[in-house]
């Protein structure tokens, strides 16, 4: 059974730098074939993809974001990390981790994560 959950501080104040990771479980993050997201979904708006890395660990961030993205992993311990900079409270959101394969879709999804940016 996939599973994937998110982690990390529920408020960031501007300027900070938000830190998430997801933690997957039963199916390791270098398997072939499967790349690894962070997509999050402001209030009353819809979801937007933020970035992906994949089994080889090659990463690839949208291009609105790409200045204040990063996103790594570690296969020790089976996660992996997004760190967004400079927040503003646009960046509110839930945001979620999940699994993208080969056949075209994200078919495993983390159960969410709400983060505010306020001071």
């Known amino acids: 059974q996939v599973q994937l959950q998110e982690s990390g501080p529920g408020l960031v104040k501007p300027s900070q730098t938000l830190s998430l990771t997801c933690t997957v479980s039963?199916?390791?993050?270098?398997?072939?074939?499967?790349?690894w997201s962070w997509i999050r979904q402001p209030p009353g708006k819809g979801l937007e993809w933020m970035g992906t890395?994949?089994?080889?660990?090659?990463?690839y961030v949208s291009p609105s974001l790409k200045s204040r993205t990063s996103i790594s992993r570690d296969t020790s311990k089976n996660q992996f990390t997004l760190q967004l900079s400079s927040v503003t409270p646009e960046d509110t959101a839930v945001y979620y981790c999940?699994?993208?394969?080969?056949?075209?879709?994200?078919?495993?999804w983390g159960q969410g994560t709400q983060v505010a940016v306020s001071s």
């Open positions: 039963g199916v390791s993050i270098t398997t072939r074939k499967y790349y």
């Open positions: 999940a699994r993208w394969s080969e056949s075209g879709q994200f078919d495993f």
């Open positions: 890395i994949s089994y080889t660990r090659t990463t």
